[in-house]
């Protein structure tokens, strides 16, 4: 079997598997891929000191050949992904396409002596730990991350614990550390910032012929094939639905979310994306998609479920694409086939047994 093929049949078990898994399973983490092999700098890199006491340094941001900024993206997406744990959020069931609400009482007291509950609490504290300095890094790749950063500590403070959410969501953030990272630091390329809202808006600007130097510009989703590399987003409040509901309330704060694209699966009719703060960490999102009169796959629109937020814009990178598959050729999914110093979790071995046993012959 060749390394490609092994990396492919890896990529879709891992894929299935997650398609399949319990809601409460733990993959286990990777630690991120030496330098040397992906030239990223940890997130962790741009922080001082412990959670409580944060700081942010000053870091400038990667230079990348604009030719490669598509496998870039994907890559180091991929990478985060991994580090946090490999979370997946299954959207080919209807029932996923509402944000849950949380119940009152649903987390465990503190104060809890059960010895379950304290291992519970014990456990997400650890975890809260480990991955503090690395979101704190994606607020650092934005202008006003300190005083988030800031208050962060405060809470921490506050609440005598680690386990406390970060006070303010972060996936706007992990969007620009990422682009940082991948080589667009001029904010007429992208601006950097702590809103989703805030680099939509510079993408409908490069579609009226307003930001000459953007690298995204912004479509209606359906309207542009979806290619790796891509962001697509939503909207909460407003619910926007159109481009052109946000051009009417361009400036104006918004609730919105958006992805990378990482993979587009046609075999199977999904899209797959990575995004931070997904339900408290970077995930990966199966989206349901089809095909319409032959055309590129486009999302299925959810309009008709009440709660749900479809997808309102689709970002497109001003690059040559890459394959649909770029997802499966990351160096994080070689380093999973291939073993090394990475070793593949027990979950997804115990689904990919043929692909994994002939790995470590062919790499």
């Not at 697509?232 to 619910?239: D, T, W």
């Not at 970077?282 to 309009?303: C, N, Q, T, W, Y």
Request: with cysteine; net charge neutral; proline share 7%.
């Amino acid at each position: 079997m060749s390394y490609r093929s092994i990396c492919t049949a890896l990529a879709a078990a891992l894929t299935a598997l997650t398609v399949l898994a319990a809601a409460d399973a733990q993959p286990t983490p990777l630690p991120r891929l030496p330098f040397e092999s992906l030239g990223v700098a940890p997130p962790s890199d741009r922080v001082r000191g412990e959670p409580g006491e944060l700081t942010l340094l000053t870091r400038s941001c990667a230079a990348a050949p604009v030719a490669d900024v598509r496998r870039r993206i994907v890559d180091i997406v991929v990478q985060e992904w991994a580090f946090f744990g490999f979370a997946v959020l299954d959207e080919t069931d209807p029932a996923n396409w509402v944000r849950p609400r949380r119940a009152p009482g649903a987390e465990p007291a503190p104060f809890e002596l059960d010895p379950e509950v304290r291992r519970e609490l014990e456990a997400r504290a650890a975890e809260a730990a480990r991955l503090a300095p690395s979101i704190a890094g994606y607020w650092a790749a934005t202008s006003d991350g300190a005083w988030i950063v800031e208050r962060q500590n405060e809470s921490w403070q506050a609440s005598g614990g680690l386990a406390a959410r970060w006070v303010q969501p972060w996936s706007a953030a992990f969007i620009s550390w990422v682009m940082c990272e991948a080589g667009f630091g001029a904010a007429e390329q992208f601006q950097r910032a702590i809103a989703h809202h805030t680099y939509i808006d510079q993408a409908i600007r490069a579609r009226d012929g307003k930001a000459p130097g953007a690298v995204f510009t912004a479509y209606d989703v359906g309207e542009q094939p979806v290619v790796p590399g891509d962001i697509l987003c939503l909207a909460r409040r407003p619910a926007y639905d159109t481009l052109a509901e946000r051009r009417a309330q361009m400036g104006v704060g918004a609730r919105t979310h958006c992805d990378f694209v990482v993979k587009v699966d046609e075999a199977r009719e999904l899209i797959l994306t990575i995004g931070g703060n997904v339900r408290g960490t970077v995930g990966l999102k199966l989206l349901p998609a089809e095909r319409v009169d032959g055309k590129p796959l486009r999302l299925i629109d959810r309009s008709a479920v009440r709660g749900a937020r479809s997808m309102f814009v689709h970002l497109k990178l001003a690059a040559d694409p890459i394959p649909a598959n770029a997802f499966d050729d990351t160096p994080t999914m070689a380093a999973l086939a291939c073993g090394g110093s990475v070793q593949a979790p027990a979950q997804l071995l115990a689904a990919t047994t043929p692909a994994s046993s002939a790995a470590t012959g062919s790499c």
